[in-house]
């Protein structure tokens, strides 16, 4: 810009008058203002970009989760997202702050498995402001245990909350509060119906696969198996380090509420396959491991004498 001012126009062997000098000092300063406000205008355009890119980047929420002495879990979803729910879409509503709805008629589906896999429990918190969420902890024993809490949002969006506490030893008698509330452990030892696990006999990860059970009685014959919340059967995967988990049903890990709402958003009129019907005594779920390492599985199905619950491990290759 200098140069333009002071002898881009001048003929040839002309001398720089010091008129045109001064002229060319002005342009090079106020040109160097203007590229610095282009800069710094960019430099700001960019910054608010990637702060609304960042702010719509699904991460973990922050939950907190206690037990008390009358073997009551009390959880709550203290992430600012969520509790700014409220405000206009201009000041950062985001997708998933919608309001949590029922999926299979539960608000939430919560797991709680001890970090050495022996014990389990699947339950269903009860809540009355949608931030705050408490339940009755059927008998498990002592130990630190990892806390995944499933929910969905009224536009089908689902997520998986997680937390980590320790848990005492529950009283055996402690009421649940929920009817379909269920538990596992290792050394139980049951007389009654089970569960003969099917296949598959290898597992590569990044492959789909079915994860199905057969359903038996005492004497192996087979029993029919009935509606477990709207489904067939409910299946729990996780990593032994606990680096994987979901919650998986025969139609996969759509869950029921988000596919209703797709349907209502595309108006169709068809009604979506809800429960899915297991064939005789057998329940399969299809489901593609995304890391290799050893990964324990929970099945869950009801018969007319209630809900059985078994484990599998796995070794993805």
């Given at each position: 810009?200098g140069?333009a001012?002071r002898e881009?126009v001048?003929p040839?062997g002309?001398g720089?008058s010091?008129e045109?000098?001064?002229?060319a000092?002005?342009?090079?300063?106020?040109?160097?203002l203007?590229?610095?406000?282009?800069l710094?205008?960019g430099w700001r355009?960019?910054?608010?970009?990637?702060?609304?890119h960042?702010?719509?980047?699904?991460?973990?929420w922050?939950?907190?989760?206690?037990?008390?002495?009358?073997?009551?879990?009390?959880?709550?979803?203290?992430d600012?997202?969520w509790?700014?729910?409220?405000?206009?879409?201009s000041?950062?509503y985001?997708?998933?702050?919608?309001?949590?709805?029922?999926?299979?008629g539960?608000?939430?589906?919560?797991?709680?498995?001890?970090?050495?896999?022996q014990?389990?429990?699947?339950i269903?918190?009860?809540?009355?402001?949608q931030?705050n969420?408490?339940?009755?902890?059927p008998?498990v024993?002592?130990g630190?245990?990892?806390?995944?809490?499933?929910?969905?949002?009224?536009?089908?969006?689902?997520q998986?909350?997680?937390?980590?506490?320790?848990?005492?030893?529950?009283?055996?008698?402690?009421?649940?509060?929920?009817?379909?509330?269920?538990?596992w452990?290792?050394?139980?030892?049951?007389?009654?119906?089970?569960?003969?696990?099917?296949?598959?006999?290898?597992?590569?990860s990044?492959?789909?696969?079915?994860?199905g059970v057969?359903?038996?009685?005492?004497?192996?014959a087979p029993?029919?198996?009935?509606p477990?919340?709207?489904?067939?059967?409910h299946?729990?995967?996780?990593r032994k380090?606990?680096?994987?988990?979901?919650?998986?049903?025969?139609?996969?890990?759509i869950?029921?509420?988000a596919?209703?709402a797709v349907v209502?958003?595309?108006?169709?009129t068809?009604?979506?396959?809800t429960?899915a019907?297991?064939?005789?005594?057998?329940v399969?779920?299809?489901?593609a491991?995304?890391?290799?390492?050893?990964?324990?599985v929970?099945?869950?199905?009801?018969?007319?004498r209630?809900?059985v619950?078994?484990?599998?491990?796995?070794?993805?290759?």
């Amino acid at each position: 810009m200098g140069a333009a001012v002071r002898e881009s126009v001048l003929p040839a062997g002309v001398g720089v008058s010091a008129e045109r000098k001064q002229r060319a000092r002005l342009a090079m300063g106020g040109g160097a203002l203007v590229m610095l406000f282009v800069l710094f205008g960019g430099w700001r355009w960019w910054s608010a970009v990637d702060e609304w890119h960042r702010a719509r980047l699904q991460r973990p929420w922050s939950v907190t989760s206690a037990f008390d002495s009358n073997a009551t879990l009390h959880f709550a979803i203290t992430d600012s997202i969520w509790l700014r729910r409220g405000i206009p879409r201009s000041e950062g509503y985001r997708y998933h702050t919608a309001p949590v709805i029922p999926d299979h008629g539960k608000l939430m589906h919560m797991f709680l498995v001890r970090d050495d896999q022996q014990a389990f429990a699947h339950i269903h918190p009860a809540s009355s402001d949608q931030n705050n969420y408490t339940a009755q902890l059927p008998a498990v024993p002592a130990g630190t245990y990892r806390l995944y809490a499933d929910i969905v949002h009224e536009n089908g969006f689902a997520q998986t909350l997680t937390d980590t506490l320790q848990i005492p030893a529950t009283p055996a008698n402690a009421p649940s509060t929920d009817i379909d509330d269920t538990r596992w452990q290792a050394d139980d030892r049951l007389a009654g119906p089970t569960l003969w696990w099917i296949g598959p006999k290898e597992v590569m990860s990044g492959r789909a696969v079915e994860l199905g059970v057969d359903v038996v009685g005492v004497n192996g014959a087979p029993l029919q198996v009935q509606p477990y919340m709207g489904m067939a059967g409910h299946a729990v995967v996780e990593r032994k380090d606990g680096r994987v988990f979901v919650h998986l049903h025969p139609l996969g890990t759509i869950s029921m509420a988000a596919q209703q709402a797709v349907v209502a958003k595309s108006r169709s009129t068809r009604v979506p396959h809800t429960v899915a019907a297991a064939i005789g005594n057998r329940v399969t779920f299809p489901y593609a491991f995304p890391e290799p390492g050893q990964y324990r599985v929970w099945i869950q199905v009801r018969i007319a004498r209630g809900v059985v619950t078994s484990a599998f491990d796995v070794t993805v290759n």
